[in-house]
Antibody
């Protein structure tokens, strides 16, 4: 059974940094693209980042490019999201997802809430 | 960026009724379209990928179709467990974008 468990969310002040983690199990982690998708409170879904199987390629929308960094450790079956220069508009539940290449999101974690506020 | 225009924003239907949700892509995305269901308080789940293919474990009452750049999700016989918010997503090119969602309720 595919399992994705996020951690690292919490309350952080604007301008500060936070690192999210996602522990994967139930599949061969190194064979899949992985991604982060977020959902602001009572709002829709927004793609945040994708990383290739080896980690050599990363993809971001303009809204987070230069501030967020996605990475992975295939030996630990873990995915990460380093978030810097956080803004109030980054407040959201962040989902880790297993992705079919740079296409759809086949499996999702339960999410971790990030609140950016002073 | 590719815009996905989803309609309706909300929908109230009776049990066993046929329900249809649509998404219009702002440009050609071929069959690179997915549908997700998000039940209250839960994470999204993949329903349909490749515009028409059913994801594993999804009931056969769900189906997807395409006509040009318009995509539809159909629920053939609405069940109480189908309530939630439905999203389309274009999977053709980055930045990947979602529709704004359709909230489905039971009448």
């Amino acid at each position: 059974e595919v399992q994705l468990v996020e951690s690292g969310g919490g309350l952080v002040q604007p301008g500060r940094s936070l690192k999210l983690s996602c522990a994967a199990s139930g599949f061969t982690f190194s064979n899949y693209y992985m991604a982060w998708v977020r959902q602001a409170p009572k709002k829709g879904l927004e793609w945040v980042a994708t990383i290739s199987t080896s980690g050599s390629r990363t993809y971001y929308p303009d809204s987070v490019k230069g501030r967020f960094t996605i990475s992975r450790d295939n030996a630990k079956s873990s995915l990460y999201l380093q978030m810097n220069s956080l803004k109030s508009e980054d407040t959201a539940t962040y989902y880790c997802a297993r992705q079919f290449s740079l296409h759809w999101f086949a499996y999702w974690g339960q999410g971790t809430l990030v609140t950016v506020s002073s | 960026d590719i815009q996905m225009t989803q309609s309706p924003a909300s929908l109230s239907a009776s049990l066993e009724e046929i329900v249809t949700i649509t998404c219009q892509a702002s440009q050609d995305i071929g069959n690179w379209l997915a549908w997700y269901q998000q039940k209250p308080g839960k994470s999204p789940q993949l329903l349909i990928y490749g515009a028409t293919s059913l994801a594993d474990g999804v009931p056969s009452r769900f189906s997807g179709s395409r006509s040009g750049t318009q995509y539809s999700l159909k629920i053939s016989r609405l069940q109480v467990e189908d309530i939630g918010i439905y999203y389309c997503q274009q999977a053709s090119s980055a930045p990947l974008t979602f529709g704004s969602g359709t909230k489905l309720e039971i009448k």
